[in-house]
């Protein structure tokens, strides 16, 4: 009975802040205006993010004292995503120099990996075929595990920012992940229902529904970095923890991501390899090039939409039944996308 009511009261309550922030964004210094990234024309309320990071903070500092009898290791999590709002706050309102912004994001990841300890190591099945008692495999586990996830970390929480560009998109690929991500989990480990984790997805579930809702194309209000940076961080809390408790798998989180990393990757090479200003403001991402193709927001965030459960549902589905050939598994799910983000020209302009 608790689930409904923390789902549905997050949901309201994030609509009312979310709302409230629309309503005086402009005293406040939250106008996003076009810019160089952008692909909106007239200035739009910002911030909106705020209304998410305030319901699940709160809502999670009471379900982890409450409800979780380790709670306290859940705390820090909360802090340093709290932290990382913050700061993308304090950039929404003023600007924040990329420096400032990087060394948030290396303390945040680094904290998290001191936190979520034991993880367990990571396997590239090299072939689906096991000859005796050989399987050519590489580990990843140890120190090479954690560097490899401190930089996967502070990538993703960019290359999130980075492809919060059009109305909708970035809201509807953080609920596909957490619902599909903990679901799958829950179907796979019914134990999972029991945990305050559940209970506090479906209350970023809820939030970031409501702010999905006010920032569908064309949008009354966007993320903002203090949602988008907490938002992609609080994903990969997420992630960690589902797979520490060995409820999921670093295939499947792979799988439900590959959409934003592969544009947000693809794009960044191009523009390395065509030696153009790769850390400037551009609007040189598939999607942001598909958008202006269609002249449609819309249709872009639909595609994605599609993408993830006709493509990518499936395959975490099939990566969790047959995990030994998890390495097929994921090319199926990014050479399709990478050969049409190089099509669209991802990169190319701007």
Same mark, same amino acid.
């Given at each position: 009975? $608790?689930?409904? $009511? ?11 802040? @979310?709302?409230? @922030? ?5 005293? &406040? ?26 319901? #699940?903070?709160?809502?999670?500092? *009471? ?12 705390? %820090?999590?909360?802090?340093? =995503?709290?932290?990382?709002? #913050? &700061? ?7 600007? &924040?120099?990329?420096? !400032? ?7 945040? #990841? ?12 990571? *396997? !590239?099945?090299?072939?689906? @075929? ?24 502070? %990538? ?8 919060? =560009? @059009? ?11 957490? !619902? ?11 134990? &999972? ?53 060995? %409820?999921?798998? *670093?295939?499947? %989180?792979? $799988? ?17 390899? /065509? ?16 958008? /202006? ?46 050969? =049409?983000? !190089? ?8």
């Amino acid at each position: 009975m $608790i689930l409904p $009511i923390i789902f549905f009261g997050s949901a309201l309550i994030s609509w009312l802040i @979310i709302t409230l @922030i629309r309503r005086y964004a402009g005293q &406040v210094g939250l106008i996003a205006q076009s810019n160089d990234r952008s692909s909106h024309v007239e200035p739009t309320p910002s911030g909106g993010g705020l209304g998410i990071v305030l319901v #699940c903070t709160l809502t999670g500092l *009471y379900l982890f004292f409450v409800y979780d009898t380790a709670g306290a290791s859940h705390i %820090w999590p909360l802090s340093l =995503g709290l932290l990382l709002a #913050c &700061v993308g706050l304090w950039d929404d309102i003023q600007h &924040v120099s990329a420096r !400032i912004r990087a060394l948030t994001q290396i303390i945040c #990841c680094l904290g998290l990996l001191v936190v979520v300890d034991s993880l367990p190591a990571g *396997y !590239i099945n090299f072939s689906p @075929i096991s000859f005796g008692l050989l399987t050519p495999s590489l580990e990843l586990s140890g120190v090479v595990l954690s560097i490899l996830l401190l930089i996967s970390g502070v %990538w993703w929480i960019n290359l999130f920012n980075f492809m919060d =560009g @059009i109305d909708g998109l970035a809201g509807i690929q953080a609920l596909f992940m957490i !619902i599909v991500g903990w679901g799958v989990s829950a179907w796979m480990h019914p134990e &999972v229902l029991s945990s305050p984790l559940w209970l506090w997805a479906s209350c970023i579930v809820g939030a970031t529904s409501a702010f999905t809702v006010l920032n569908w194309p064309p949008a009354s209000i966007f993320m903002g970095d203090v949602g988008s940076t907490w938002l992609a961080f609080i994903i990969f809390v997420l992630g960690l923890l589902s797979i520490q408790s060995g %409820w999921s798998t *670093y295939t499947v %989180w792979l $799988i439900l991501s590959a959409v934003f990393i592969t544009d947000a990757t693809v794009t960044l090479l191009t523009r390395i390899l /065509r030696n153009k200003r790769w850390y400037s403001a551009h609007r040189s991402h598939a999607y942001q090039q598909l958008a /202006r193709r269609w002249s449609s927001h819309r249709s872009v965030t639909l595609l994605a939409l599609a993408i993830n459960i006709f493509l990518l549902l499936p395959l975490v589905f099939i990566s969790l039944l047959w995990p030994q050939w998890n390495l097929v598994w994921l090319g199926c799910a990014y050479v399709p996308l990478i050969v =049409g983000t !190089i099509k669209l020209g991802a990169g190319k302009n701007n």
